[in-house]
Structure formats: C-alpha cells, structure tokens
C-alpha cells in the first residue's frame, strides 16, 4: 500500500507541475463548452430564401408572413433561375394555371424541408380560404332557393343546390425539382465536403506534428541549425517533404469519398483536390509552429482540442447564418471554414478556382503568414 501511495503522490506532483496538461485537463473542456453554449443557444430557426414567379398576392403574403421566410418576387423564371444560380435564394416556385413548380437548390436538405413544409402550409392555407369562400357561396344559393321555395313551392331546388355542394375543389399540381442531388439527398451531403477537409487538416496535422517533434526531441533539428543552412530552407524543406505525403493523403481522402460514398460532384474532382492540398499545407505551417512550443508527444496532443475541435464547430457542419451576428465573426480565424466554403461551392455548384479567389487567397494568406513565423521562430533554437 506505502509503494502504491509513493507512485500515486510522484504522478500527481510531475501532473501539477505540467501547467499544460492542467490546462488541457480544465481549461480545454470549459473553452470547448462555452463554444458549443455559444453555437446552441443561439441558434435559430433555419432562414429560407425563395424567388416567387406568377405567384398570387395572396400566397406572396402567406409566404412573407411566415418566420424566418424572405420572399424575393421576380417577373421572369430567367431573373429568379439566376438569383439561385448565384445562391441568392433557395428556391424558386412558379405557378402556372393552377399548378405550381418548385425548383430547390438541395445544397441544404434542411432548407429544402423548410421550404417544402412552409409551401404545403400555405397552401393549405389557400385552400381552407377557397373551402370558406365556396361554403359562403353555397350558404347563399341556398339561402335565395329557400326563399324561393317559400314563393313558389312546386319548384324543387335541392338538385341545384346538391350540385354546387358536391364540386371538388382542386389547388392545382406541385412539381418539385432539384439543381443538386435528388429528394434523398440529406445533411450529411451537406456537410461532406467540409468532413473532407476536417479529416485533411486533422490527420495531417497530428501526423505531421508527432514526425516534426520527433525530430527536434532526438536533437536532428539541432545538428541541423548548427550547419550553415538557412532557416527558411529548413522549414521550406520540411513543407515540401511532408506536402508530397499530404498531396497522397488528400488525393486518398476525396477520392474515396466521392467514390465509396457515393458523393455527387457537379464540378471538377481535380479542383476539389487543389483546395484540400493548400488546406493540407496551412494544417502542415501550422503544425510546425506548433509543435516548437510543445516538449512531447502528449503535450502535442493537447494542443488539438484548442485548435483543431473549434474549426468543426465554424466550419459550416452548424450553419452559420443560424447564430448570433457575433458568434459567425470567430469563423473568420478558421482555415476549414473558407476551405469547407470553396469545396461546397465546386461539388455543388460547379464554380471553378478562378470564382474562388477570396477563399483560396486567405488559405494562402494563412500558409504565407503561418510559413514567416516558422522561420522567425527556429531563431530560438540556433545554437550559433
């Protein structure tokens, strides 16, 4: 019992005097909960957009009156096609006769219940009204046969009256179609393509991580430094070194997704690969600058619920036009976010890299700033 008690106390003191690994223990699970706070708690209903085309007044107003519904009314199919073409809406209805069109985008298999529900409503709605309007107009047929009856009480107006009683009111024909997928298409071919660069980002930083601290805990790095090779060699030849396994890890991960998951690629598969290469060499810098401020593989490791958990949560796996104005600026900081936006817009919507400029020139804003302080942080372990 003394012995078991001896190694339990030496394991709590070298535990309490790793100030990293109390953090981890106590900080990481609190920081990661307030995230999760900040993400539920202020998330809202699901915010529709739909372009209305020969669409009544009536069912406009319908439309608008419900929550979270914003209803965009255009002259033209052709206006309300390119609205949804450049993602400014989510779907377009279109009346003609009596029977109604409905084209969804289906990038969002949420928005696109929302907007099948909310559209059945309303013209459930429409419906009640044309009922309400034929049973006042049946109430006053009969009204005026029974004071004719009343007059003239030969005549036999129930067959009149029967008749108008027994007229089927018909709302029209809805027709849905779909820009991406088909009506089984769900959430998890929504948040797919932002797996696909979490898993990118998160093996090739844990990987490549382990490697890059082994290197400098078995004094490789050092022997190095002590030779006249520059700094931003060092780190330039680590990225490219460790980049030729990312490009086969990356190639791997899209492919099989695409191929064993059976995920519809409206763009270029090629495109898609681009994008989840930079990503993996930002998930690369990263991890080098990283992994100077950590002495083992378990402090390395902890390093992954402050940097790699919150990129999920931002990324768009919760859609962030559903939070709090505020809480969608922290998205900002996070590389998965504009790389989960860039592959979204190519597997759905089919935009090539030139559309792309803003997402991919952060990505490499990242990779450029991330690469400068690599170099700026290798002064520390220059011996000469």
């Keep these: 019992m003394t012995r078991i008690l001896a190694i339990s106390q ?17 900080l990481a699970p609190i920081l990661i909960l307030v995230l999760l706070s900040l993400i539920f708690n202020n ?12 669409v009544t007044k009536a069912v406009n107003q319908d439309l608008e009156a419900v929550k979270h519904v914003k209803v965009m009314r255009h002259k033209s199919q052709a206006t309300a096609r390119k609205a949804l073409n450049e993602q400014q809406v989510d ?13 969804h985008a289906n990038t969002d298999a949420t928005k696109t219940s929302v907007v099948k529900m909310v559209f059945n409503n309303v013209r459930t709605m429409e419906t ?37 009683q027994n007229k089927r009111i018909s709302n029209g024909k809805v027709t849905n179609h779909y820009v991406y997928g088909d009506k089984n298409t769900n959430f998890f071919d929504k948040i797919l393509p932002i797996l696909m660069g979490f898993f990118v980002f998160f093996f090739v930083f844990l990987v490549s991580g382990m490697a890059l601290l082994k290197e400098r805990t078995s004094g490789t790095l050092d022997r190095l430094l002590a030779t006249p090779v520059k700094r931003s060699e060092i ?21 099989v997704t ?53 990129q999920v949560f931002f990324a768009g796996i919760i859609p962030l036009d559903t939070m709090a104005d505020w809480v969608q600026k922290i998205s900002y900081v996070m590389p998965l976010k ?44 220059r011996k000469v």
């Design 10 to 26: 030496r394991v709590l003191k070298e535990l309490f005097r790793d100030k990293r690994t109390l953090a981890l223990m106590f």
């Design 43 to 54: 998330n809202a209903s699901t915010k529709v957009n739909i372009a209305t085309v020969g």
């Design 91 to 103: 779907a377009i209805i279109k009346k003609s006769g009596a029977n109604y069109t409905v084209t």
């Design 128 to 164: 009640m009204q044309k009922m309400r309007g034929k049973l006042q107009q049946i109430m006053l047929t009969n009204a005026k046969l029974q004071a004719k009856l009343a007059q003239v009480t030969h005549h036999a107006p129930q067959a009149k009256g029967g008749a108008l």
């Design 235 to 255: 780190v330039l030849g680590y990225m490219i070194s460790y980049g030729i396994i990312a490009v086969l890890q990356t190639v791997v991960i899209v492919l």
């Design 258 to 310: 695409i191929q064993l998951l059976g995920a519809e690629v409206v763009g270029n598969v090629l495109n898609i690969i681009v994008v989840n290469l930079l990503l993996a060499l930002v998930a690369l810098a990263f991890d080098i600058l990283l992994s100077t401020f950590a002495n083992s593989e378990f402090q390395m490791m902890q390093f992954i619920p402050i940097v790699v958990v919150p």
């Design 338 to 381: 504009y790389a989960g936006d860039a592959v979204t817009d190519i597997m759905m919507y089919g935009t090539n890299l030139l559309k792309l400029g803003g997402d991919l020139g952060i990505l490499l804003g990242f990779l450029v700033v991330l690469t400068m302080l690599n170099i700026v942080g290798l002064r520390r372990y």
